[in-house]
């Protein structure tokens, strides 16, 4: 799977995205694959919709973090945990998560 057109990250960038892909796939961690499917993702969920045109769907990425840190702000009756409010990642574990999720 390639998460950007060569040449377009710096090397550092891309070891973040990466770090973010390692976090989301995770199934003790982020978890992602248990309710979204992912490109690259083994055994996905399709509780929540699939993480796809994510720059599209979230052209702000703070809302995508915000999306992630809590997502019952935007909708009290989510199903996705609020991984910031409550502890479930750090707040670089999920600043490395949307990076990832930002590259789909």
């Known amino acids: 799977m390639s998460l950007a057109p060569i040449g377009s990250v710096s090397a550092e960038e891309a070891s973040v995205i990466e770090q973010g892909k ?3 796939f995770d199934r003790k961690k982020g978890n992602c694959l248990a309710c979204h499917q992912v ?3 083994d055994l996905a969920g399709n509780i929540g919709p ?3 045109a994510m720059k599209a769907r979230f052209p702000d990425k703070s809302k995508l973090r915000a999306q992630i840190w809590d997502s019952t702000k935007m909708n009290p009756n ?6 910031g409010r409550h502890d ?8 490395k998560v ?7």
């Open 22 to 24: 390692q976090i989301a």
């Open 39 to 41: 490109e690259g993702g």
């Open 50 to 52: 699939p993480l796809i």
């Open 78 to 83: 989510s199903m996705m945990p609020p991984f």
């Open 88 to 95: 479930i990642l750090s707040e670089d574990e999920i600043d």
């Open 98 to 104: 949307v990076e990832f999720i930002y590259t789909l």
